[in-house]
């Protein structure tokens, strides 16, 4: 990539969003704090582009784990570049961008192409960076072999200078490859980290801790009911919490069949059952059993989870979108007549139990409302969650792709999606979570793929009351 690609258009919008009609009955206080909210796009750019890496991986893969996270008024992002001619699996290289007042910059990137995933990032109130790594042992072109997980520290005053290496600790001798399937978190509150990789022969997830001076512990293994895989993982006051998606080949012969023959393609991983757990002490207690959250497994459905929150309070906020039937071929072979929907969904969990489920947007049966396609959670001051989602405005003729930012208050019904004045709607992104060590803020940090694609794209969004 050539950094003289970089530019940026630095839209500062004046106008604040506009609103939607309601898609959820709402109480009158959450209209009232509907109408004080305003939120404004300050800056809308491109970054850089992406040349595909045809290795399975994309730059937004690690889809668990966030790539962009703010301190203070820096904000930082881990971007792969892809290496001409390099072999395949391992054939990309991490980049450590900052954005100062003077805009993108890479501040740092590796030497050679030894990743194939994208390099989750946390940073902690101490000005450190944090990078997790996954480079291969193996010479070039070697596929699913082994690799060392290690976090590289970079401290955020001197991003120029050599980052230290920190190697997990793990319990036992885990198999671990270039498809990691890790996660990785940081609790702001103390500086301490949280990684989990995947045992590549046991669909085992590893667990290694870092504590706030710097020591890592073993944490043990997660043992999902199938192997499950993607996950977000979140690190509150020595709590750790951990949401991921089954991940396995289809398991029912006649849906395996009718899909290659519909579409000619031997691939046929599926994502139907969500799962959680959780430890109350990562320094002490082993991890809960695991809890199934939903599942679409008896209609051949599609379930992705998208984002998770702990909050004030200790509460796991769960964020995931829930499709019935995972082709309307599918759909229309075994469940005829039955409608194709996208419901984007919201579960509470207080220690180790589901104590509210809602959705917050599903497809409209009047053709009048959104249907969702991606989502994340934006946590501002006073532990305030709003959700920021990708969907199409189906009443908008045959749909306007667009992008909205709803307020999820606790105990009440979801507010009126907002829509968010962007020149560039997202469709698959990442946002500035507490997860990866960034404060609850006012500014959304958003970073993904638009309209525009090969450009990897960055916007900022200011969420503020309005005194009128």
């Not at 969907?391 to 908008?396: C, K, L, V």
Request: aromatic share 10%; with cysteine; net charge neutral.
């Amino acid at each position: 990539m050539n950094a003289g690609r970089i530019f940026t258009v630095a839209v500062f919008l004046a106008q604040a969003c506009h609103v939607l009609a309601p898609l959820h009955a709402a109480t009158q206080d959450t209209d009232l704090a509907q109408r004080a909210l305003r939120c404004t796009v300050e800056v809308e750019e491109v970054v850089t582009d992406y040349v595909p890496a045809n290795n399975g991986a994309g730059p937004l893969w690690c889809y668990g784990s966030t790539v962009i996270a703010r301190l203070d008024e820096d904000v930082f992002l881990s971007i792969i570049e892809t290496g001409k001619d390099v072999p395949l699996l391992c054939n990309t290289r991490w980049q450590l961008w900052h954005r100062s007042a003077a805009g993108w910059k890479i501040a740092q990137q590796e030497s050679d192409y030894r990743q194939r995933e994208p390099c989750p990032i946390a940073v902690s109130p101490a000005g450190k960076v944090f990078l997790s790594v996954n480079p291969s042992t193996e010479p070039p072109g070697t596929k699913y072999g082994p690799c060392k997980p290690q976090v590289l520290e970079f401290d955020a005053a001197s991003l120029s200078g050599s980052p230290k290496r920190r190697l997990p600790a793990w319990s036992g001798e885990g198999h671990f490859t270039d498809h990691s399937y890790r996660g990785f978190a940081a609790d702001r509150s103390n500086g301490e980290l949280l990684l989990l990789n995947i045992d590549a022969r046991t669909g085992e997830q590893y667990v290694s801790y870092c504590d706030s001076t710097g020591r890592r512990h073993a944490a043990g293994a997660i043992t999902f009911p199938i192997r499950s895989c993607y996950p977000q993982v979140a690190l509150h006051n020595r709590s750790a919490h951990v949401m991921a998606i089954g991940d396995i080949v289809e398991p029912v012969k006649e849906w395996r069949e009718l899909k290659f023959k519909k579409l000619s393609r031997r691939w046929d991983y599926v994502f139907r059952r969500l799962f959680y757990t959780f430890t109350p002490d990562i320094t002490g207690e082993d991890f809960s059993a695991v809890i199934e959250v939903d599942t679409v497994e008896d209609t051949c459905g599609y379930i992705r989870n998208l984002d998770m929150h702990i909050d004030d309070t200790g509460a796991a906020h769960l964020l995931y979108l829930k499709r019935p039937f995972q082709y309307a071929f599918i759909r229309d072979e075994y469940f005829p007549g039955q409608r194709m929907t996208s419901q984007l969904e919201h579960v509470v969990i207080r220690d180790g139990r589901i104590v509210r489920r809602q959705t917050i947007i599903e497809t409209p049966a009047n053709r009048r409302g959104i249907e969702p396609s991606f989502a994340r959670f934006h946590v501002a001051p006073g532990d305030r969650l709003f959700v920021i989602l990708a969907g199409t405005a189906t009443d908008e003729g045959p749909g306007k792709f667009a992008n909205w930012i709803v307020p999820v208050d606790a105990g009440q019904a979801p507010g009126k999606p907002i829509l968010l004045s962007l020149e560039h709607p997202f469709g698959n992104f990442f946002t500035n979570t507490p997860r990866g060590g960034s404060q609850p803020s006012d500014v959304a940090d958003l970073f993904g793929i638009a309209d525009d694609n090969p450009n990897l794209r960055y916007a900022r969004i200011r969420i503020e009351s309005r005194a009128d």
